[in-house]
């Protein structure tokens, strides 16, 4: 049967959730919603990744309310054993519908009889609100995982899980009345849940376990972190290939800047052309200036010496009169 569990995480033990839920035993593929930042080609290197982002933003969390809820976990299970790509588009769907704005991660295990999805859920999303549902909305999470089961694989657990409900609520019904009449008699019959194969101590005891937490201990998880445990080659290998982006764009960054700098020399080449240029032309014009004077002025000794021989020639003629 298609199974939801949905539970509130414990402070401190966000990490160590993350840890639990990509343990290389069970995990067999890790992925993002709302936090493609984590992405990566590297398998070991995407879950470093998720490691650290799942710490930091639980002591961001902390520093604002240091008892705050900072995460929460959910399982959605199914009633077979699932290929993983399906399985993780199956849970993708369900947050998409569900938690649109939230952040999560996605951890499939293939370590059981029915393939399951494991997602961390930071507790604070996209738009920078806290995740917040209200009763109703939190009951009504296994309805809707089992709804979408159903239109998926053509089964009928919807109607299991009224019907189971309904029986539920039947015996919490029968139990209060016989506490208000102050009855003795043999309380009623749990009415069996799915979700019980999920809630029993072994699965219980050993998420406990793995997590970090004592059995019963209502404070935060140890503070002791179990280190993640990765294959040293793995880990080395990924260490060489983070030193190899940060060559590769140190020399871009290298190559951007004296491209930069050989720019800068051509604009000043180029200025000081135009300076230049600027120069020549003011003493090209200057030049015209003088010219033009020069000219005016041979233009004007000209007209005088016309007008000199104009008046030379009056006073000859005058003469020649006075002879006669």
């Given at each position: 049967m298609s199974i939801l569990?949905?539970?509130?995480?414990?402070?401190?033990?966000?990490?160590?959730?993350?840890?639990?839920?990509?343990?290389?035993?069970?995990?067999?593929?890790?992925?993002?919603?709302?936090?493609?930042?984590?992405?990566?080609?590297?398998?070991?290197?995407?879950?470093?990744?998720?490691?650290?982002?799942?710490?930091?933003?639980?002591?961001?969390?902390?520093?604002?309310?240091?008892?705050?809820?900072?995460?929460?976990?959910?399982?959605?299970s199914f009633d077979r054993q699932e290929d993983t790509e399906q399985a993780r588009e199956q849970a993708h769907k369900f947050l998409q519908e569900n938690f649109k704005d939230a952040?999560?991660?996605?951890?499939?295990?293939?370590?059981?009889?029915?393939?399951?999805?494991?997602?961390?859920?930071d507790a604070r999303q996209t738009n920078e609100k806290k995740i917040h549902l209200n009763p109703t909305q939190y009951k009504s999470l296994d309805e809707k995982w089992a709804k979408q089961y159903d239109r998926e694989y053509g089964t009928e657990y919807a109607k299991d899980y009224k019907a189971k409900k309904e029986q539920t609520r039947q015996f919490k019904r029968e139990m209060a009345e016989q506490k208000r009449e102050g009855k003795q008699e043999q309380p009623p019959n749990k009415p069996p849940r799915a979700s019980d194969r999920l809630n029993n101590d072994f699965y219980r005891e050993k998420e406990a376990k793995d997590l970090g937490v004592e059995r019963n201990d209502q404070t935060r998880a140890g503070a002791s972190e179990r280190p993640f445990e990765v294959r040293n080659s793995e880990v080395e290998k990924t260490d060489r290939e983070i030193e190899q982006r940060e060559s590769a764009v140190k020399q871009q960054v290298t190559g951007l800047a004296q491209g930069i700098d050989e720019y800068r020399q051509q604009v000043e080449r180029g200025s000081q052309e135009l300076d230049r240029a600027s120069a020549q032309l003011d003493r090209a014009e200057l030049e015209s200036r003088g010219q033009s004077e020069k000219v005016a002025q041979i233009s004007e000794r000209i007209d005088g010496l016309h007008q000199e021989r104009t008046n030379n020639k009056e006073i000859e003629k005058e003469r020649d009169d006075y002879e006669r």
């Open positions: 569990k949905f539970n509130k995480g414990r402070t401190g033990a966000s990490g160590k959730h993350v840890d639990y839920i990509m343990r290389e035993s069970a995990c067999h593929d890790v992925s993002f919603h709302n936090v493609d930042e984590l992405k990566s080609e590297n398998e070991y290197e995407a879950k470093i990744n998720a490691r650290s982002y799942a710490y930091a933003q639980e002591d961001i969390e902390r520093s604002i309310n240091e008892k705050g809820v900072t995460h929460y976990r959910m399982v959605l952040r999560a991660i996605v951890a499939i295990h293939q370590d059981t009889e029915h393939t399951h999805a494991h997602v961390w859920l």
